[in-house]
Structure formats: structure tokens, C-alpha cells
T-cell receptor
Framework: DTEVTQTPKHLVMGMTNKKSLKCEQH?????MYWYKQKAKKPPELMFV???????INESVPSRFSPECPNSSLLNLHLHALQPEDSALYLC??????????????FGEGSRLTVL | QQQVKQSPQSLIVQKGGISIINCAYE??????FPWYQQFPGKGPALLIA?????SEKKEGRFTISFNKSAKQFSLHIMDSQPGDSATYFC??????????FGKGTKLTVNP
């Protein structure tokens, strides 16, 4: 069983909706990540938090808004998304930022469909 | 420079056979080379990783072979099982740079 928990597992939203994806880890990791994965493609980095501070934003559109309330939680707020934003959104954590490398522990993902 | 080229895109192997997936990189600064395994509907999970100071690392049926001069590394799965059917991603990184993933290989092991 994964130690990174993501909710919801599935989300369907309209282009005018506001929704949030949630991620939680209890491994004491200090770095947390959001990735986007399209079908048959590798994960694509969106955001990195280190010690609850945003350290990397991969030029993601502002309709995606990350939030790290504490060292165990990571949220991704969604607003005014487009159909092309439909994808699997993966949360991951690692012990330290460690050069954004080292072992990443991924959650099972939230499957997002934008209508 | 930042790319990791992975081949083949898909691979079909018979049960008990050897599965081999290859990756090549250009950036000689890369110093960490992990392989991730992803089952349908799941997130990727670290399978095995290597650093360039060794040429081979083995964990059970899984072996990474690393050729620094050729800038290539490969994953060998011995005695492949139907349960190994998944998508495999090689990756590379260095320093504070992000993990660069290969495009993935879908492995199917027939019973």
C-alpha cells in the first residue's frame, strides 16, 4: 500500500468549477511534488515544495494553484480548467529535496476529467 | 542535453524470458539513474536505481547495467513473470535539477 494518499481518486468537473485535489504523507518527508501524467506519457513535473515553501514552479498556468498547509499535506486547487487539463495528477514525496532526486514516493493519483 | 531516450516503446516477452529495456542520455552531469515501475491505475514506484560509480546493480530478478562511456543504462528482468507486466520508466538527474524521465516502455509478459 502506498504511503502517499491522494483524494479524490476520480474527479469530473466543468470548466467553470472550482475543485481541489488533496495529498497526505506521514513519512516525515520534507519535499512534496505535483506531477501531471497524460496517457502513455511519463509524469511531468508541475510544482515542488520543500519545507513547506514553493521551490519549483514549472511555468504551470495559474488555473492550477498549489498549497502546502503543513509538512504532511499538499493541495492543488483547480479553477477554470480546460478539457486538455484532463489527466492523472500524481502527488509524490521524498525525504529531502535532495537535488529533486532520490527516491520519490508516488500516490496512486487523482484521475481528473474536465468537461 | 536534458533528454533521456528510452527504447523500445513496447515489449512482449514470454514467461520465463529476459526483458531488456535500454536508455541513453547526453548530459554527462547526470549522477542518479532510477527505474520506476507503473501498473495501470497506480502511481509509479521506484524499482531500482544506480549511481555512475558502479557498472551493475542487482536486486532479485532486476538488474541495472550502466555504461558510463557509452552514456547508456539498461534494465534487465530475468525470469519475467506475468506480474511484471507494467510500464517502466528510466530517469536521470543531477544536483538540484529535476528528474528527467524517459518516455516509457510498456512490457507485456505472456503466460
Amino acid at each position: 500500500d502506498t504511503e502517499v494518499t491522494q483524494t479524490p481518486k476520480h474527479l469530473v468537473m466543468g470548466m467553470t468549477n472550482k475543485k481541489s485535489l488533496k495529498c497526505e504523507q506521514h513519512m516525515g518527508h520534507r519535499a512534496m511534488y505535483w506531477y501531471k501524467q497524460k496517457a502513455k506519457k511519463p509524469p511531468e513535473l508541475m510544482f515542488v515544495y520543500s519545507y513547506e515553501k514553493l521551490s519549483i514552479n514549472e511555468s504551470v498556468p495559474s488555473r492550477f494553484s498549489p498549497e502546502c498547509p503543513n509538512s504532511s499535506l499538499l493541495n492543488l486547487h483547480l479553477h477554470a480548467l480546460q478539457p486538455e487539463d484532463s489527466a492523472l495528477y500524481l502527488c509524490a514525496s521524498s525525504q529531502f529535496l535532495a537535488g529533486v532526486a532520490g527516491e520519490l514516493f508516488f500516490g496512486e493519483g487523482s484521475r481528473l476529467t474536465v468537461l | 542535453q536534458q533528454q533521456v531516450k528510452q527504447s523500445p516503446q513496447s515489449l512482449i516477452v514470454q514467461k520465463g524470458g529476459i526483458s531488456i529495456i535500454n536508455c541513453a542520455y547526453e548530459n554527462t552531469a547526470f549522477d542518479y539513474f532510477p527505474w520506476y515501475q507503473q501498473f495501470p491505475g497506480k502511481g509509479p514506484a521506484l524499482l531500482i536505481a544506480i549511481r555512475p560509480d558502479v557498472s551493475e546493480k542487482k536486486e532479485g530478478r532486476f538488474t541495472i547495467s550502466f555504461n558510463k562511456s557509452a552514456k547508456q543504462f539498461s534494465l534487465h528482468i530475468m525470469d519475467s513473470q506475468p506480474g511484471d507486466s507494467a510500464t517502466y520508466f528510466c530517469a536521470a538527474s543531477f544536483g538540484s535539477e529535476k528528474l528527467v524521465f524517459g518516455k516509457g516502455t510498456k512490457l507485456t509478459v505472456n503466460p
